[in-house]
């Protein structure tokens, strides 16, 4: 379990992490999603002690990391798979950080065989691949076989396979029990490994719910087109239905299930042609959640939101007659 | 990277106790021995360490032989210019011509050998036990001849051990495992105080044993289980090892290796240079104190008669200068965002 209370950080005059609160609870993956530069990692190592927060704290089960007896028994963090000496093989720096807490030398080899380091492991960590390191880091991280796991970008540089690896990983390490905690700033990723969510943009929370309630916006969003859209607007008058127009013939109604807006169209005999129940991508939730908390926006690039998400597969392909 | 970890739906984490992630939770937390433990691994692990300790092996003996045949070429060149005084003094006359023996020849030699012996002796404030001559001297210390190189080499040493921790940003992950930091920089100081300390004994008994044939050339060879030698190689070691909390120190305050063998450098290197070129009188007071003087003091085979500071004296002067850099480190580290 991680809990972060009003956790703020600011460099200089410039606010990191600001007023954040959350807690990472066990036995489900916790996704960590944000673009870069909203805060993730720094977010992450208040939690492990290598910065001091300005204001705020946290705790990770139940005690400040600091004040663990077995630091690496209770968090196993992935940061940097840099952060090796080169020219050190990976046993040497297994064994190394094993040293400290007393684990024992064959949970080494565990830790080597888990992460499929195999005899790479007698090399110099200076000559592997990024996703070899990635792959020690993982092995570093659960070498205390620690209640808590937290994982920075994870994925970051891993082949296919590799990838498939890490959201079993997490998922097992869930289902045993643990707190897991991922960063990404890939919602596809997300989407496919975590149970619950917080989304993070310039340091604030915006999100912070079970998956399935993000993608699903919170209320039904349902595609209209009609012949008469003034005509089935008036039917739709007295729900309380948000409605707004698209295309030459296109409503977006929010609020009211795509029943009810039949039933109501029938009553008053307004032709309608297309009514399409919008199931949003969590892409498209990300997108329309972070807009105006991306640092760096790419220049020449259409923003995010044009045209709409729910303008229909059509319209956003630029392809309609 | 074909490994069979991808496919598995469900990964062992290794970790078969049914009770939980906790198995070895009772048996497995950190400890200052421990971190040592892991300290030591870190120094033997990293192959740039023994070559520099290599390196700095070859150059003591290296120097010290060196050293040593330059005090048999000073004996040579003393007993010449004898021999040139005597010549004059015959001016080309037998010495029977002069009411001389060949005895008296030789107690004149003898004695122009040892009066300039003693102007040496002299000229650089020394003071030998009784009988002994320059030459002896020289031949004694001629095992420390490769001192003042070797010793940064240790420094730069003792820098690279924290400063590479910054450069690869290891510090990270060595400070996660151990949040408290501050064990970790006493292990690292003790791991770098037992390498340097048993090299400086190590270098300083071979040097002393290396010379000794060299010596014999000119029947300079010296008793090396008398006091004045087992002193100097204890000296050696404790001057070496306090050289690494000096270099640990900076290293740790400056996160970085070249600058840390830069200000060490300067400290016992420059500092000295202009503290001897600067003649104000008020300074002669403070001179003895600076790291290189109390250094280079703690090592002297016999000390100027001069002498503000003995060995123990000295000794305690560079171990103070030692701590409170390695404080300072330890502090900043403390504190800082890594």
Redesign the interface.
């Known amino acids: 379990m991680i809990e972060i209370e009003n956790l703020t950080k600011t460099y200089g005059g410039k606010t990191a992490v600001d007023d954040v609160s959350f807690t990472v609870r066990p036995g489900r993956v916790t996704g960590f999603l944000g673009p870069n530069g909203a805060g993730k990692s720094t977010t992450m190592r208040l939690v492990v002690g290598l910065e001091s927060a300005t204001r705020g704290h946290t705790r990770v089960n139940g005690r400040p990391y600091v004040q663990h007896r077995a630091p690496l028994a209770e968090v196993g963090v992935l940061l940097d798979a840099k952060a090796v000496h080169p020219r050190r093989t990976a046993r040497a720096h297994l064994s190394a950080l094993a040293a400290t807490h007393g684990i024992p030398r064959s949970r080494v080899q565990e830790v080597v065989d888990l992460t499929g380091l195999g005899a790479a492991a007698d090399k110099r960590v200076g000559g592997y691949s990024l996703g070899m390191g990635q792959r020690l880091g993982i092995a570093a991280a659960l070498l205390g076989d620690p209640h808590t796991v937290i994982l920075d970008e994870p994925v970051n540089g891993l082949d296919p396979e590799g990838v498939v690896w890490v959201r079993h990983l997490a998922k097992y390490l869930a289902s045993e029990g643990r707190t897991v905690f991922l960063s990404s700033h890939l919602m596809s990723e997300m989407a496919q490994t975590a149970d619950h969510l917080v989304v993070i943009g310039r340091g604030r929370i915006l999100a912070d719910a079970p998956i399935q309630q993000i993608l699903a916006g919170g209320r039904t969003r349902t595609r209209v087109r009609t012949t008469d859209r003034a005509a089935l607007r008036r039917a739709l008058q007295g729900t309380d239905a948000g409605i707004t127009e698209f295309d030459d013939d296109g409503l977006l109604v929010t609020g009211p299930e795509p029943r009810r807006i039949a039933e109501a169209a029938l009553s008053d005999s307004v032709l309608v042609h297309e009514l399409t129940p919008l199931t949003e991508s969590l892409e498209d939730v990300y997108m329309a959640m972070t807009q105006n908390e991306v640092e760096y926006r790419s220049g020449g690039a259409p923003a995010p939101t044009d045209p709409a998400p729910w303008a229909g597969a059509d319209a956003r392909t630029g392809d309609r007659a | 990277?074909s490994?069979?970890?991808?496919?598995?739906?469900?990964?062992?984490?290794?970790?078969p106790d049914p009770a939980?992630?906790?198995?070895?939770?009772s048996?497995?937390?950190?400890?200052f021995g421990?971190?040592l433990?892991?300290?030591w691994?870190?120094f033997r692990?990293?192959?740039?360490h023994w070559i520099l300790l290599g390196v700095a092996l070859v150059l003591s003996l290296g120097f010290a032989a060196l050293s040593a045949s330059s005090a048999l070429t000073f004996i040579d060149f003393n007993e010449q210019a004898a021999q040139e005084q005597v010549d004059a003094m015959l001016d080309g006359r037998s010495p029977e011509e002069l009411g001389l023996t060949e005895e008296d020849v030789q107690q004149q030699k003898d004695e122009f050998i040892a009066q300039s012996e003693q102007q040496m002796t002299e000229g650089s404030g020394l003071s030998l036990p009784d009988g002994m001559g320059f030459g002896e001297y020289m031949a004694m210390s001629s095992a420390n001849g490769g001192l003042q190189l070797v010793v940064l080499l240790l420094g730069a040493l003792a820098v690279l051990a924290i400063g590479?921790?910054y450069s690869?940003?290891?510090?990270?992950?060595t400070?996660?495992?151990?949040?408290?930091r501050t064990p970790v920089m006493l292990a690292k100081a003790v791991v770098l105080s037992a390498v340097t300390f048993g090299f400086g004994v190590l270098s300083a008994l071979l040097s002393h044993l290396l010379v000794q044939p060299i010596l014999a050339g000119g029947d300079l060879g010296y008793d090396l289980l008398q006091e004045a030698v087992l002193l100097n190689v204890l000296a050696v070691g404790v001057f070496y090892m306090i050289t690494s909390w000096l270099g640990f120190g900076l290293g740790a305050l400056l996160k970085s290796t070249t600058w840390g063998i830069v200000v060490l450098v300067v400290l016992l290197m420059v500092l000295e240079i202009v503290l001897f070129a600067l003649s104000f009188e008020w300074l002669d007071d403070v001179k003895p104190y600076s790291p290189a003087a109390a250094g280079g003091q703690l090592t002297a085979m016999y000390q100027p008669s001069g002498a503000v500071l003995n060995h123990v004296e000295s000794g305690l002067v560079y171990g103070a200068w030692g701590l409170v850099l390695v404080a300072a480190g330890v502090l900043v580290t403390r504190?800082r965002?890594?």
């Open positions: 990277m490994t069979s970890t991808s496919t598995a739906p469900r990964p062992q984490t290794g970790a939980g992630p906790s198995r070895h939770a048996r497995v937390r950190l400890s421990r971190v433990r892991s300290e691994i870190k692990s990293l192959r740039s590479s921790e690869t940003r290891s510090i990270q992950t400070m996660t495992a151990v949040p408290r504190r965002a890594l």
